[in-house]
């Protein structure tokens, strides 16, 4: 069973940065596309960031473009979302997950994963 855990959100101002962590165990890490997701209260799950198992090819949802970086650390069974130049519109629960199929590119859509961590708060004030 794999278990996934978030850490880094928090309360910050408009424009400032964070780098949200995913660390992952009981699976093999490098074979899974990983992504990060986010809810807003009253809004859907949305797609913010997707990488493939190799960190070779990576998605951004167009809102996060230039501001957003995925990235993962097999060898620290890690992933990380590098957030800078934040808005309030980005402030949201955000959850990363696991597919543990290796597939590519790795899917963008919240349903063709598998496993799931339990949320960390992020807050952006203006």
């Known amino acids: 069973q794999v278990q996934l855990q978030e850490s880094g959100g928090g309360l910050v101002q408009a424009g400032d940065s964070l780098r949200l962590s995913c660390a992952a165990s009981?699976?093999?890490?490098?074979?899974?596309?990983m992504g990060w997701f986010r809810q807003a209260p009253g809004k859907e799950r949305e797609t913010v960031a997707t990488?493939?198992?190799?960190?070779?090819?990576?998605y951004y949802t167009d809102s996060v473009k230039g501001r957003f970086t995925i990235s993962r650390d097999n060898a620290k069974n890690s992933v990380y979302l590098q957030m800078n130049s934040l808005k309030p519109e980005d402030t949201a629960v955000y959850y990363c997950a696991a597919d543990r199929a290796p597939v590519w590119p790795a899917p963008r859509r919240a349903s063709e994963y598998d496993y799931w961590g339990q949320g960390t708060q992020v807050t952006v004030s203006s």
């Open positions: 009981g699976g093999t890490f490098s074979r899974y596309a």
């Open positions: 990488i493939t198992w190799s960190g070779g090819s990576t």
